[in-house]
């Protein structure tokens, strides 16, 4: 009997000894589970994959299949199967309901005992490296640990990328976490293990998390096997347990296959502008605000390869500090918008590019398959026509056309070992060019003369018996054989041998031809070895290449980013920002791209200026005016101008700001148990100890989640914070109370959206926006106007305007409630504060004329 943990496996009823299949599937099962505890295992029986007990149960439960049993006379339990031709796409369901998947096939033929099995692929989220179960891009797997502060190590094990960073905060490791958005995380065990901890970091991360081995020792011997060395970089337990973990997960999927590994980069978080992901939301970077939405990164991505593309999403995530590095990238651009040609010129070379950095990983690892190869050739094939595009050019362009190594003798290897279309597989066939292995040819020589032999055959044979109507043909039952019509079987000669007869006609077969088919079928069973064997070792011959491979992919990458932000450049009518030492903003008739490109190019376009004397504009006006598209086009300047691209404005000086922080919109966190109030206060929070004087802060609607005179207290205690920060900031509001801050504090400019309210002709009023952002403060906020328009019933919004009417008429006492409660008593002088009382009097009594101050 099995022992009782292979029973409640296989969740089965008896007591009998399983079937041989069943202890086959249990042994591998258990193997499997040692390294990937909660994988799926599809077991390979004869047409399909079957999963038996609590797998098959699971499998019928995520993938929609029939229940089933696997029954024996002793023994009985679930079974669930797929067919092999739709192992892709359930594999692609069970990757994004994130359970890991491990296939095993049959490496034998099936004959009359047990067929010998063997895990071919084990699959997970973070670490598919085939293009049918990738997306275009990253794939990134993460682990994070802690020690002295935390780690965080991020692979790509589909390009090879392999980074890390350390942190002193958790809030700051959960910030760049964000950032990257990994498909699956590994936690070490003092995160995982830690029910408050861990509750946290699934909240703020829907992804899978996987167990993993984060011990210091094992961690230092994953990363030298990979490296070779463990790099002076990893210089803390933390950084060595994150790299160690990702790489010791890595290896285990891919079996061994972690050549694409290279290096270790260790990035400074401090290094890139700092880009929450809140701010990343709010600006529209990746993710839009509705489900038919258009992000910046749509609008931006005219990239012609999927590396450009992944690319282009880095420099998004991570925009560069260094003023040379942002003169460089926006040097090489502008020298694209400049020359038209070599514009044209290299995006239609790029469009026929494959994706280099994946083929160069899947050389490096010999997983890549004939055609992959083949596609590897075709694009190097464009890299001496890339560098004589670039002849002359100086800069980043220049660096870009030294790191396009033709690798001539790459492709000619190539070109001459494959035929131009070869099949998927290598043991398909018709894989080799004649003429490249010797040994090749003799096996292939052979077979074809056995072949023309076969050819002749039915002509001598015709001949010899004088049947015309005598043919020899072939079928996968009988092999090759003599078919002979009923009319002529009487001249069947004595050395045919009938094999099968039919209707009207028999069919027969002759010692010579049955000894030619054998020997037809072990060449060409030689030549399918030999052509696999060249081609494994044509594989492992380019796999010397892979650290120049990779070179040139991201030059390639790099290229492709540069003339799509030229392209775009072009089209839009973008300017080139100039970059400014000191802390100044200057836009003329700046353009919000993404709302631009949804009114067919009716934007509005506006100035925006901001330096050491205006650094704090506080904006006013009527909802759906344009105040947050606004505040949000100077910020996606400011970042576009730090990737290197050119900004959609008339004229732009800009600064290097070393964080954007957003606070725009308003949602619940109900999975987090925080309402709409408690998540703007934490991410108010977050900016208000981290802005600097050279960060850039947008603040929409702060405080207008709780009551009037908190909200109003809490937005104006926030503008002064800011104000002592001297960071660049537009706060736009509804509390006009705050405008009277232009005069209180140094550097504060009130601005406003224009509308107008307009007679309309059953004698209410309408409203006309004319988005146009001018100095002074709002006069109205208009609110009921813009209910009108958003269509609330004509009785509701005239009843507003009554009850409006008479809160106004009577909301003197409320008014200077307001205004007491956001005063600071201590900072007014003497004089002041007989001004104010003086003027509250004057208020209180109705007087008209403004009279003098007591002195």
């Known amino acids: 009997m099995r022992p009782q943990r292979a029973q409640s496996v296989l969740k089965g009823t008896g007591h009998g000894a399983l079937p041989p299949m069943l202890e086959q599937y249990v042994k591998m099962r258990d193997e499997v589970a040692a390294q990937l505890p909660h994988a799926l295992l599809l077991f390979q029986v004869g047409d399909f994959y079957e999963t038996f007990g609590e797998d098959a149960e699971r499998a019928a439960r995520l993938l929609g299949l029939a229940l089933t049993h696997k029954s024996s006379k002793d023994f009985s339990t679930p079974m669930a199967g797929i067919p092999l031709r739709a192992l892709d796409g359930n594999v692609e369901k069970l990757l994004a309901a994130g359970v890991c998947v491990a296939v095993a096939d049959q490496v034998e033929e099936p004959g009359t005992g047990l067929v010998d099995r063997k895990v071919t692929q084990l699959l997970t989220p973070g670490t598919v490296t085939e293009e049918r179960h990738l997306g275009v891009d990253e794939n990134y797997l993460a682990a994070v640990a802690t020690g002295d502060g935390y780690a965080l190590a991020l692979l790509d094990v589909s390009t090879g990328e392999f980074r890390c960073a350390a942190f002193h905060t958790r809030l700051a490791l959960y910030d760049e976490l964000s950032r990257w958005r990994a498909r699956e995380v590994l936690l070490a065990p ?238 398909d066939g018709g894989l080799i060019r004649d003429g490249f292995s010797a040994e090749l040819d003799e096996v292939r020589s052979g077979s074809l003369a056995h072949r023309a032999w076969l050819a002749e055959l039915e002509t001598t044979e015709r001949k010899r018996t004088g049947i015309g109507s005598l043919k020899v043909s072939y079928n996968a039952v009988f092999g090759y054989y003599l078919e002979v019509t009923g009319a002529h079987l009487s001249k069947v000669p004595a050395d045919y041998r009938q094999v099968a007869t039919l209707k009207d006609r028999a069919r027969f077969t002759r010692p010579d031809l049955r000894e030619r088919e054998r020997e037809i079928a072990r060449l060409d069973a030689a030549a399918a070895r030999l052509e696999a064997l060249v081609f494994t070792e044509l594989r492992d011959s380019l796999a010397a290449h892979a650290e120049a491979l990779a070179a040139a992919a991201g030059a390639l990458s790099e290229l492709d980013v540069l003339s799509a932000l030229a392209e775009l450049a072009v089209e839009g009518s973008w300017v080139r920002p100039h970059t400014l030492p000191e802390t100044m903003i200057a836009l003329t008739q700046a353009r919000h791209p993404v709302v631009e490109r949804a009114t067919g190019g009716k934007f509005v376009p506006n100035d925006a200026a901001l330096d050491d004397g205006r650094f704090l504009l506080l904006l006013t006006g009527p909802n759906m005016a344009g105040k947050s598209t606004y505040l949000r086009t100077v910020a996606i300047c400011a970042l576009l101008h730090q990737i290197g691209s050119f900004v959609p404005a008339d004229h732009a000086h800009m600064p290097v700001y070393d964080a954007i922080h957003t606070r725009i919109g308003a949602s619940d966190d109900l999975a987090g148990g925080r309402s709409t109030f408690m998540v703007e206060m934490s991410e108010l929070a977050a900016i208000l100890h981290g802005a600097t004087a050279r960060s850039l802060v947008i603040l929409d609607e702060v405080g207008r989640g709780t009551s009037t005179l908190d909200g109003l207290a809490i937005a104006q205690a926030a503008l002064e914070h800011l104000h002592l920060t001297r960071a660049h900031t537009l706060f736009a509001t509804h509390y006009f109370e705050l405008t009277r801050l232009e005069a209180e504090l140094p550097g504060v400019v009130n601005l406003h959206v224009a509308a107008e309210e307009d007679a309309r002709a059953d004698g209410g009023s309408g409203l006309t926006f004319y988005h146009q952002v001018v100095p002074g403060a709002a006069r109205h906020s208009y609110g009921v106007e813009v209910a009108r328009l958003a269509g609330l019933p004509g009785k509701v919004t005239a009843r507003a305007g009554r009850l409006l009417t008479a809160l106004n008429a009577g909301g003197d006492d409320r008014r200077l409630v307001r205004e007491l409660a956001t005063l600071d008593v201590s900072r007014l002088t003497p004089m002041q504060a007989l001004e104010l009382l003086h003027r509250w009097q004057r208020e209180a009594t109705g007087t008209a004329e403004a009279e003098t101050a007591p002195s």
């Open 190 to 427: 003092e995160l995982a293990g830690n029910g408050a901890l861990l509750a946290d970091f699934q909240a703020r991360f829907p992804v899978m998390l996987s167990p993993a081995t984060f011990a210091e020792e094992q961690g230092r011997a994953e990363v030298q096997a990979a490296l070779g060395e463990v790099p002076g970089t990893l210089d803390t337990p933390a950084l060595v347990r994150a790299c160690g973990a990702v790489l010791g997960y890595a290896r285990v999927a891919l079996q061994g296959q972690l050549d694409m590994v290279r290096r270790v980069v260790r990035f400074e978080p401090g290094a890139h502008m700092r880009l929450a992901d809140s701010a990343l939301r709010a600006l529209e970077v990746f993710t839009p605000q509705s489900p038919q939405g258009v992000t910046l990164m749509d609008i931006l991505c005219q990239t012609r390869t999927a590396g450009g593309r992944r690319r282009l999403r880095a420099w998004l995530r991570a925009p560069l500090l260094d003023e040379l590095s942002i003169r460089a990238r926006l040097d090489a651009v502008e020298a694209l918008t400049r020359a038209a040609d070599l514009r044209a010129g290299v995006r239609s070379l790029l469009y026929r590019a494959h994706d280099l950095e994946r083929l160069a990983a899947r050389v490096a690892t010999r997983r890549a398959t004939p055609r992959e190869v083949a596609a590897l050739a075709r694009t190097l094939d464009l890299l001496p026509e890339a560098t004589r595009l670039l002849d002359g050019q100086a800069g980043l362009l220049g660096g870009v056309r030294a790191r396009l190594s033709a690798l001539p003798d790459v492709v000619t290897r190539i070109r001459a070992a494959l035929v131009d279309d070869p099949p998927i597989r290598a043991g």
